[in-house]
Structure formats: structure tokens, C-alpha cells
């Protein structure tokens, strides 16, 4: 990085840090603390919304998920302006008639206090760990990009945060958002079009296109019903509705994006105005992994985009594999580069035939790297293949016996496990190591702080809800009633003591999944059984507080088991639909138990 670079990063975040922190220096009293004094604007909550949502994340995996796999990534965000009207008809018009200053009250008004408080608690593990990782998700990267300690990154993204989210608290967040998402946008659309100008020349834009969908990235939509394929119109629609709905309508640090408006009309807009920019906005995030994809047509591209780790294939004794595979790739980039140049002049159904094949065996290459750098960086990993790959090799003989065909099956998982490493996976890498190589000066700077500027928004959001849950669903009912003075110190207190698990759990956290997909993991695990208690809460009268909290504590047990099983290939249940299947089993089995309290007992309540 050169010295403009710096001044700009430098200079934007402290900018933003500062007037965050003196714009909200009055915030004195709990409901300019909690709720922003209520006087949010429309586009305030829309663009904090959005902020909260698009965490670092966003802008450093979802480039390299549309580099790898597509377009079809966006299909994940269909069910969300369904949700959004949902929320807009039925949450928002009871959590302001309430006046509560967390979703969670509401449950106590509905059912007792046990439930609010389990509900607040399953919150707070889940958004407790995700704050740890949109902390430790750009912190790991920059680290392994640019050299920079990881434990002092994950120190500095969280204690920029805790400066401005402790002082000002909810305002503080919503008025630095705005000028968050600014730099994203901004940085964003610039990246976009200087990769397009530097194509070779008689690459247009609609070219491009041509190219990226003849590899089959431009493959946007999915309407089968296949449960190996994660991301299909129908799981987007059915089990990201219930995802958004469970996130939006729930989940403390979106809920309190919106509470903090100034009327019901607002808290509405403001979401309606998140549900028609946001697929656009991930689709052109996507858009600008695809045309990264297109320039590496032209510009050959590593066969892994993590450096350290093919530094330590290069000095193992797998080095010559390594090399055989670069030479292989680097015939295969010659070819694919003039194919390219032919398809964009001429295209015809041969071409793109023949486009696709070598997309293809590129993968390949990639996928055997990852294969060298899981054996060299994993000595017990190297040796169990190697015994496996033995076994098989003596039984070829008869390769129609029981025992070659469980071998062979052991060997290829873990064959497909050498790709989902963390010192393997490079989705996340993709686009950081782009910015670094091949934008000019100034704008690296730029878009560095457009990655650590949204680890900030949605980092900040997270502790802010954070603290106000635990303040208000919690310590408020243990300590008994207390002035706004002790009520704000309080809510400073906890924000700062999350705001340190979160930078602890950035320094200890370790990922293999893409980063993007283990954020949104995690909320699956817990979203579809709050979700389900809220719906009860909302719709079914006759089901009482005893029913809800048992259910929801076996159906708790029971996604997580699920999960667990998916990830150990015992069953196919993609991560999207366990917000369907939470909701569903917590919703089933207290309908099951109201009922048994009711024949057992006719008074149970």
C-alpha cells in the first residue's frame, strides 16, 4: 500500500469514528440511548438497515462467491420484500403500540418473563458469536493479504466501534451508517467500473456478460427442487422468508434499526426501502465478482488466491506436483483466452461449449491446489488419504465389492473436504487480492476502508443490540427499577463488556466455511424457533407461556442436531430450511403440549 492509499483509509475511518461520537455526545437518557430519541427519518432506518445487514462480509465473500459459483447466490434475498411487507403489516404496528424497546418484551406481555428471557438469551448467543465474526472475518483476510497481525486487527476494527457505539448509542449508530454505506456505495461502483476499463478493448460490457454466462455464471435463477443445490428459487423463497422474517422482525440489532423512528410510517418506509434496493444492491455486489471473473479471463489468475498458503506448497515435498499443475494451467489460460477473444467477436454454440469445458478443467487445477495445500499444511490429513488411496488401490481388482466401494466413497469426501479448509477455501480472498493487484493508487485505500467501514456498521449494530437486550430483557428485571442515568451507564457498561467478547471471539475464532454462508449458518441454527415462539406469540391465542418454552428448548436441541447430522453427510437438509423446520417443530410441539397440559391439567394457563 502507498502513502495516499493510507491517508485515505486512515482519514475516512477516524472520520467517520469522530463524528459518530460529537454528533451524539447528548445522549443522556435511555430513549435517546436505546431508540435514537425515536426520530429516525425513512431513509435513515432504510440505510441503517441495510448497513446492519451488509457487514465486511458482504463485500469480501459475496464477489468471490458469484467469482466461483455464479449469480445464483442472489436467489438467497428473494424471500425478503415478502418479509418486508409481512414486518411492515404486523410487527412494527404492535412493537410501537407497546412501546418496547426490544422485541422481546413483547413476549413477556404475551407469555411470562422465562420465555422473554430464553428468547433474549438464544439472541444473544447467536448475535454474540456473529459479532465476533464480522470482527474476525476482514481482520483474518487483511491479515493473511497484507501481512498485518491478526490479533491487533480484530483489536483495532473493535475498539474504533466501542468509541462511538458507548458514547452515542443507537443515534450514534444510525448517523455513522449513513455515511458508512456512502463509502460503500461509492467505493463499490468505482471498483466496477475500472474493472471494466481494463478489458482488453473490444470487450464491451454486454461481451463480458456473453463470456461470464457461457462459463455459466450468469445462471440466475434455479427452480428445481434439489436439496443438494443450497440456493434455488424455492429455498430463497420459502426458507429465506423465513430467515428475513426471523432476522428482520426478531433479531434485536435490525428491530432496533427501526424502533428508533420517528412514527409507524416511517419504521415502514424505511424497510419497504430496504426490500426494493437490497436484491439489487447483492445483485450488483455479485455482478462485480462476475466481471472479476471476466478480467481473469484475460489476466491469468493464481491458482489459489490465499499466498501464504501456496508459499508453504512451494517448500514441501509436494512442490513438483504444484509446478506440473501450474504448467498444465498455464497452456489452459493461453487457450481459454483466445476462445474468449473468439466467443466475444463470434459467439456460437461451439465456442460456448468448449468455453465451458475449460472453465471446467481450470476448476480442476484449483481444486487439486487445494488438494496439495490441505496435505502439506495437515500432516494427519496427508496420511489418512495416502492409507485410503492404498486400500483402494489393492482392492481395484474388484471394484464391484462391498468394501472397494466404502473406500472409494471415504476417499472421495475426503478428497471434497481438502476444498472447505480454511487454508484452502480462497472465495474470501478473491476480491481483496484483486483490489491490492490491480486498482491504482488511492482507490486500494478507498475500498480497504469500505471493507472495514462495513465490519464497523454491522459491528456496531451488534453491540448495540447486544447491550440494549441484555439491559432491558435482563439486568433491568434482576436489579429491579432504576433511574435513566443508571439505565444509560448500564447500557454503556454492557456495550463496552460485549464489545471485548466480541474481540475476544474475533481472536479466537477459526473459519473454514465461505464467510458469508457461516454467518448466515449460524442465524439458521436459532432464527426458525424464535421465529416460531413470535408467531405463536402473534397468532395463536390459546397457546400458553408452559407449552412455548418447553417447545422451544427441545426444538432448540433438535436444529441443532439436525445441522449436525446435515454436516456430517448422516442426512441433506441445506442450512436455509432450518428456519422453516424450526419454526415448524416449535410451533408443532406446543400445539402437542398445550394440549397434553390442557387434558392433564384443565387450569394449566
Known sequence: MQTLDWIVLIGTLLTIVIYGTYQTRGSKNVQDFLKGGSTSKWWTIGLSVMATQASAITFLSTPGQAFHSGMGFVQFYFGLPIAMIVICMVFIPLYHRLKVYTAYEFLENRFDRKTRSLTAILFLIQRGLAAGITIFAPAIILSVVLGWNLILLNIIIGILVIIYTVSGGTK?????QKHQMVVIFTGMVIAFIIILNQLPSDITFKKALDIAGASGKMEVLDFSFDLNNRYTVWSGLIGGTFLMLSYFGTDQSQVQRYLSGKSVKEMRLGLIFNGL???????????????????????????????????????????????????????????????????????SANLKQELFALDSIEMTYRNETKFLI???????????????????????????????????????????????????????????SFILKYLPKGL??????????????????????????????????????????????????????WGIMAIGVACVANLAENLIQLVNI???????????????AFFFKQIKANAVFVAALITQVLVIGL??????DLINLPFLWLNIVGCAIVMAIAFIL?????????DTV
Open 172 to 176: 450514534a449508530v444510525n448517523v455513522t
Open 277 to 347: 434496493l437490497k436484491i439489487p444492491m447483492q445483485f450488483f455486489i455479485l455482478l462485480v465478482g462476475v466481471m472479476v471473473f471476466v478480467f481473469y479471463q484475460f489476466n491469468q489468475a493464481p491458482l489459489n488466491f490465499i499466498d501464504s498458503s501456496i508459499q508453504k506448497v512451494l517448500v514441501s515435498e509436494y512442490a513438483d506436483d504444484y509446478q506440473a499443475i501450474v504448467l498444465k494451467n498455464d497452456s489452459l489460460f493461453k487457450k481459454k483466452t483466445d476462445v474468449s477473444l473468439a466467443y466475444a467477436k463470434a459467439s
Open 374 to 432: 490441505k496435505r502439506t499444511v495437515d500432516t494427519t490429513y496427508a496420511k489418512t488419504y495416502d492409507k485410503l488411496a492404498l486400500e483402494v488401490d489393492q482392492l481395484k481388482a474388484d471394484t464391484s465389492s462391498v468394501r472397494f466401494k466404502e473406500k472409494n466413497i471415504a476417499l472421495n469426501k475426503l478428497y471434497k473436504k481438502s476444498a472447505e479448509d480454511n487454508n484452502t477455501n480462497d472465495k474470501d480472498y478473491m476480491f481483496i
Open 444 to 497: 486500494i485505500g478507498l475500498l480497504l476502508a469500505v471493507i472495514l467501514s462495513a465490519a464497523m456498521s454491522s459491528t456496531a449494530s451488534e453491540l448495540n443490540a447486544l447491550a440494549s437486550t441484555t439491559t432491558i430483557d435482563l439486568y433491568k428485571h434482576r436489579v429491579g427499577p432504576k433511574t435513566d442515568a443508571q439505565m444509560v451507564k448500564a447500557s454503556r457498561g454492557f456495550t463496552l463488556l
Open 522 to 536: 449460524i442465524g439458521s441454527i436459532f432464527y426458525g424457533n424464535v421465529l416460531g415462539i413470535f408467531l405463536l
Open 563 to 568: 445441522f449436525f447430522l446435515d454436516k456430517y
Open 594 to 602: 398445550q394440549t397434553t397440559f390442557k387434558t392433564t391439567n384443565p
